[in-house]
């Protein structure tokens, strides 16, 4: 070697240990963030209860199957796994959300570094999600919207890696990720659609495409999502396609008609107004900066996943997923936008007050405070009790948070109802309750108060029958009960459930003793159908 190369080779290898250094130093500071992010939600979870679906899915849990009414199977596996894991307890089912709320922080900064990002750019990502209402709330209870960020974006950040030149097996665990993911939750296939749809709308690739499906390892991955989600479209057939019922009457009974602003709009509010200009700067960082042509499909998808879901009528927060995706651009974008000496000041100002505005925003979306602390704190911000997803609206607490109170004080009561009756009759009586929140609080609090498992025709309770009971004694309550008591020739009101922080629908709930049905309860038990 030439004394001439010497220079050039230690000046490559600084580089070298530079670029490692700073590789590592990047994923420090993620996973410093994504720790903070645990511990934040960590102090909430023993605040307030379960919310009203978690109850039906650790329900769900004790009947494992392949699929359910209105959901595919992974969250009772869920569910399952952490009951017997970390025990049947509040904090034993929250504990999985939280991990995956740290994890989607780290992934959004990784996404960023795959994009080009340096620490910064890294570092804003991971913020811009950090202190998200929606995703700090989606992450703090056990629920199906915890775990689609992770697919979602595992699956953007492997077809980065694909592009980038990549392995093409990476196929083959992309497909496995669209395949879980579909398991979790079925709007999974809108993402799956809308990135194929990226893949053709975004110019440049469209004279790769032909390459690209030439990969024996891009059909080996879709054969992979095909054969994951297989087991539960079987069910879904074997059933009716229940999935579609669902969806037609939620929209038609249930879920807020949004127009196409109001449901912009809320996405603003969902994800702290403060943090607007990182998504818009992502969007147009995808689809019109020169460094991410090659990433241009990602703005494609994110703007047809929206355009989906509001066509469909769908609900605002489905397109929560999209964010962290968004994020990641975002933070490139302002990482570059701000390297010129001009705009460099906005490097110090802007990402304190995105914190502190996140953290203004932290108690809309992790239990923190006391409930009549937070009532007062809402209402020193109105605009966040403009943000409403059903019909079924609470003055006192948003319903996030409402669906959190009351299903211990209910056990308690059809407790007191339940062992007031003759023992000889307690053997034959069911508890009848009108929808899955009900039904599953008697399921989850009943043991240990001396009550058999509940019966419903809510949901998947459905599915599962009226069991073994004639209908001779029957403790009716909760949803549409004023209309089941007429089922029976007598119906006497024996309680009333109330709870001042609850939903409507869940107070001031009479609960009656009924006797002498008009037919056995098996008979009956189409006319009990609520599939919603």
């Known amino acids: 070697m030439s004394d001439a190369t010497l220079p050039n080779v230690v000046e490559q290898a600084h580089d070298c240990v530079r670029s490692r250094g700073g590789a590592i130093g990047g994923i420090a500071l993620l996973t410093g963030l994504a720790l903070a ?3 934040l939600q960590a102090f909430g979870i ?6 009203r679906d978690e109850l039906y899915y650790i329900a769900c849990s004790h009947h494992l199957a392949w699929g359910y009414i209105d959901q595919p199977p992974l969250i009772a596996v869920v569910a399952w796994v952490a009951r017997h894991l970390f025990g049947d307890s509040l904090v034993g089912y929250r504990i999985l959300p939280v991990l995956a709320g ?8 990784l996404l960023a570094r795959e994009l080009g990002g340096g620490r910064l750019a890294q570092f804003l990502a991971a913020v811009g999600n950090l202190l998200a209402p929606l995703s700090l709330a989606f992450n703090s209870i056990l629920t199906m919207n915890a775990f689609e960020p992770l697919f979602w974006l595992l699956c953007a950040w492997l077809a980065v890696r694909i592009v980038k030149g990549g392995s093409s097996r990476l196929w083959l665990l992309m497909g496995a990720t669209a395949g879980m993911g579909l398991e979790n939750k079925h709007t999974m296939l809108v993402f799956v659609l809308a990135l194929i749809a990226g893949f053709a709308l975004s110019g440049q690739h469209l004279s790769s495409l032909f390459n690209l499906f030439r990969s024996k390892w891009i059909w080996l991955g879709a054969l992979l999502v095909f054969g994951l989600f297989l087991p539960n479209l079987i069910w879904e057939a074997f059933h009716g396609w229940p999935q579609f019922e669902v ?8 879920n807020v008609q949004l127009s196409p602003l109001q449901f912009l709009g809320e996405q603003i509010l969902f994800m702290q107004p403060l943090a607007l200009p990182i998504w818009i700067g992502g969007l147009c960082w995808y689809l019109f900066a020169p460094e991410g042509k090659r990433f241009r499909f990602l703005g494609w998808t994110c703007l047809v996943v929206v355009g989906i879901f509001i066509a469909l009528h769908g609900k605002s927060y489905y397109a929560a997923p999209l964010y962290p995706i968004l994020a990641a651009a975002g933070g490139v974008a302002f990482e570059q936008f701000t390297a010129r000496a001009d705009w460099r000041w906005l490097r110090l100002s802007y990402p304190p007050v995105l914190i502190l505005g ?3 925003t932290v108690p809309f979306g992790v239990p923190l405070l006391p409930v009549d602390t937070f009532i007062r704190y809402l209402h020193e911000v109105p605009y966040a009790r403009s943000v409403k997803t059903e019909r079924d609206a609470t003055a006192a607490l948003p319903q996030s948070y409402a669906d959190m109170f009351g299903w211990e004080n209910m056990a308690g009561t059809i407790a007191d109802v339940y062992h007031n009756l003759p023992k000889t009759e307690q053997a034959n009586c069911a508890i009848l309750a009108g929808n899955y ?5 008697i399921d989850f609090y009943g043991p240990k108060l001396g009550l058999p498992r509940a019966i419903s025709g809510h949901n998947n309770y459905f599915l599962w029958g009226p069991r073994d009971y004639s209908g001779e004694c029957v403790i009716l309550f909760g949803e549409r009960a004023e209309e089941y008591k007429n089922y029976f020739g007598q119906a006497e009101r024996v309680a009333t459930i109330s709870d001042p922080h609850a939903m409507p629908s869940e107070q001031n709930v009479p609960v009656y003793l009924c006797r002498k049905p008009q037919a056995p309860l098996s008979v009956l038990w189409p006319r009990f159908k609520l599939i919603i």
């Open 437 to 441: 929140g009900e039904a599953g609080a």
């Open 46 to 51: 023993p605040h307030y209860g379960f919310f």
């Open 37 to 39: 992010r645990v511990l």
């Open 102 to 109: 740290g994890a989607t922080i780290l992934l959004t900064g």
């Open 247 to 254: 969806v037609r009457n939620a929209q038609e009974l249930k």
């Open 358 to 360: 996140g953290l203004a």
